[in-house]
């Protein structure tokens, strides 16, 4: 129940000037919802001390529309805020104190959401960005190819290494060139992570060409002292395939007649 | 429940893996399939294992050690059609399976064993 209907509409009508509206995140007969149920809260929870269920859903409501429009924190917060020089004539209480305290509960509450939905948000990119960054291609017949670039943690590791393996038993493809130009820093974990998808791709009857170990990560890698030598690696991804076609004992040649085109001879 | 099978197929013996299979039933089928080796003469010997959802550290061992034994015997094995996520498991697990070639699947497996590479 609203009691302060004047000061209620007041700072109503200081909302509708805040960037909220202004900016077009809310339309007026949104923000006079959201406000409504914000007092509404707030004076439940001025009787009961601590912040409501129904409460939080508006802050979380609030806190998501400030995320969604781009809002800083601080932005987000002052929907809740503004109350401050209205809400003793909105609730027509005396005990400041106590009010305050609870809005900036509730305001703190907004923050703290805001921050929450950011990071949601922050860990679906991550995930689109992790299936976007790992295809597996097929090359030719019986060859798969992955270009890998950016970094190589355990977690991307462990995602190729399942798509592939998957990609493997779908098409039965006996080789596959890893592609590792494109990978920013080889260490010995991401050789590591390597050589676990070489051992699984082996498992499952296939096998793994790496290519694309420039002079720079070979001389990482025996300075390091990384074994490589279970795997057949190449330089260049073209080597990568031409041996791979060799290994099928199958070759591209020229055609005969005008214009090139790809033709397999067993 | 143990489902699995030993089929004579050509020069080669097809052991399909089937249901749980714990400790006691592998070491059985491990005496099988060595029995059969003699029995039919083979060269070489495919386990079939896409049906298995698991492989522990001891069924690792169980089949590197029966490919070992074959190999004794003068036979070749192949373990074929395992599954992406056992596969990811063994690497993971640091499992050794050690002395057995590996083929996509059965047919596969054959194909290699009859042209004789």
Known sequence: MILGQESYALWLSALQKTSWVTRGSLNPQETERLGKDLVEGISST???????ASLKKTLEDISI????????PSETAQFVFSM????????????YTHVMTLLDEAGLYT???YLKTREEIIVNQRQDLLELSTPVIRLLDGILAV????????RRTQQIMEKLLNMIVETGAPLTILDITGVA???TLVANHILKTAAAVRLLGGNLIITGLSPSIAQTMVHMGVDLSSVITRAVMADGIALALDMLEKEIVKKQQPGNQVKETK | MNKSSIVKIHNA?????????????????????LQSVIRYQVSGVVIEISQLDLVDSYMARILSETARMIKLMGAETFLAGLRPMVA????EMGLNIDGVKTALNLEVALEVLKGGR
């Open chain 1, 185 to 187: 820093i080889v260490d």
């Open chain 1, 147 to 154: 270009p890998l670039i950016g970094t190589m943690d355990s």
């Open chain 2, 13 to 33: 013996l097809v052991v399909t893996l089937q249901g749980e299979i714990d400790d006691r039933t592998a070491l059985e089928l491990q005496q099988e399939i």
């Open chain 1, 46 to 52: 001025v009787i009961t001390g601590s912040l409501s």
């Open chain 2, 88 to 91: 990811v498991t063994i690497v």
């Open chain 1, 111 to 113: 923050f703290e959401t």
């Open chain 1, 65 to 72: 529309i400030g995320v969604r429009s781009g809002f800083t």
């Open chain 1, 84 to 95: 401050r020089p209205y809400i003793g004539d909105i609730l027509h209480t005396k005990d």
